[in-house]
């Protein structure tokens, strides 16, 4: 049996082992927890979620979607787990973290291809390895993919502070979806123009932590901490985070001026996050700040916000559109350091590498996804030429647009996915 080395036992790493696994190849997985921990994880499972428990829209005519079905085609791992582990968030996926962890752990743990290596690597591989160390890649595994690649960029993510369920004042917040839209599982905490300009005053001069040496990097734009974001203009949060479209407060019978989204934590819904409110302030300040939010006057905070590291590298000269670093012997990369980004984005990667690695050593044609599949618009961008390259999630922007024109959004939106979907099982029937 050919072997084969995964390093990483994130979403990516555990994609990658699954695939080579299920097509005949000894892996050797090696993850450095529960004998090292980033600053960031904290649980001693695989797959670890960090900044938020949701895997984004359900609906297949929405960017993660669409994805989602056609990863299902490609055999997920990760959405097999989610299905077994998911809670009540509307019209999204949304799972049970430490489920989500134990039932990828458990599947992983007892493949018969699959070995498990609690340790970390520090040296660069010579063939044959998904490097899956995602975006707090441990020092010394960055510095040996930067003496082999060139020095990664940097920015840095933003968890959002998780309060209990029992400690919100559910005479002021309510249960809705925006325009109603699936289950009402999110909890909305309503403010009028006046609750919405103090909390605004206050937020934006409350004390963050200082970040010294980082404060010249960047911040990606999809992690924004709220109180950056809140400094662009008074307004901002109102058509970010905080936007009110789509809902109606019980009390007033109106849509408010500005709402704050809480979505469950756990299955048990003892505990909620806040939807959006990445954030960089101290502690002391967290508690006072987001207790001016209407239902969150006594919120007792099971877990601050928190600012921590990401790296990812220059794809475009680096790697090509199946993720193998260019004139490797069959060194591929895989997750949030690729420069996809997002949960769901991250995992597909790890399967197109451990396809992709799988094919190579069966001498197999190279895998090919679509264009106007998901899966084959971000495989392109992370590969197109880019002399700005910044991380990319999932979004319809990336497809080609449909033949003929067609107005409504959501109408095209479908057909899109209709098309791409249908054109990843066309690929799959031609290359396996």
């Known amino acids: 049996m050919t072997e084969v080395t995964v390093i990483g036992g994130g979403l990516a790493g555990c994609e990658a082992a699954w695939a080579l696994a299920e097509r005949g190849f000894g892996v050797k997985l090696y993850e450095m927890k529960p004998k090292k921990f980033s600053p960031a994880h904290h649980y001693d499972g695989l797959a670890e979620l960090v900044c938020s428990n949701s895997l984004k829209a359900s609906r297949i005519n929405s960017a993660c979607g669409m994805l989602k079905a056609e990863m299902r085609l490609l055999g997920s791992l990760i959405l097999d787990a989610a299905d077994h582990s998911s809670v009540p968030a509307g019209g999204a996926l949304a799972v049970n973290r430490e489920a989500f962890s134990d039932y990828v752990t458990n599947k992983i743990r007892s493949h018969e291809n699959i070995t498990m290596v609690s340790e970390e690597i520090t040296k660069f591989p010579q063939n044959n390895t998904v490097i899956a160390t995602g975006p707090l890649t441990s020092d010394a595994m960055a510095e040996a993919i930067q003496n082999r690649c060139g020095s990664p ?36 905490c309503p403010m009028n123009k006046e609750e919405y300009e103090r909390f605004y005053e206050e937020l934006v001069n409350a004390e963050t932590v200082p970040l010294k040496e980082f404060e010249k990097l960047n911040v990606y734009e999809g992690c924004m901490p709220v109180e950056v974001l809140a400094k662009r203009g008074a307004k901002s949060l109102c058509y970010g985070c905080m936007k009110p479209v789509g809902l109606t407060d019980p009390n007033t019978g109106r849509r408010p001026w500005a709402a704050v989204q809480l979505r469950k934590e756990n299955t048990e819904g003892s505990a909620y996050n806040l939807v959006g409110f990445q ?79 799988a094919r190579r050593l069966k001498g197999q044609e190279r895998l090919n996804l679509p264009k106007t599949t998901m899966c084959g618009a971000l495989c392109s961008y992370v590969a197109a030429e880019n002399a700005d390259f910044q991380p990319m999630g999932a979004n319809m922007g990336m497809l080609p647009p449909p033949e003929e024109h067609i107005k409504d959004k959501q109408v095209r939106y479908m057909r899109i996915a209709e098309r791409g979907i249908d054109d990843m099982k066309k690929a799959m029937e031609t290359r396996e």
């Open 153 to 188: 960029l940097s920015f840095y993510d933003a968890a959002a502070p998780i309060v209990s369920a029992d400690s919100l004042d559910m005479t002021k917040a309510f249960y809705a979806t925006r325009y109603d839209k699936g289950e009402a599982d999110y909890i909305n």
């Open 279 to 357: 954030t960089n302030l101290k502690f002391p300040e967290q508690k006072r700040v987001f207790r001016m939010i209407p239902g969150l006057e006594n919120a007792e905070f099971l877990r601050y916000g928190v600012m921590h590291r990401n790296t990812f590298l220059n794809s475009p000269r680096l790697l090509n559109n199946r993720f193998m670093l260019k004139e490797s012997d069959g060194v591929y990369f895989a997750g949030q350091m690729t420069g996809v980004e997002g949960y769901i984005e991250s995992a597909m990667s790890g399967i197109v590498a451990g396809q992709s690695l």
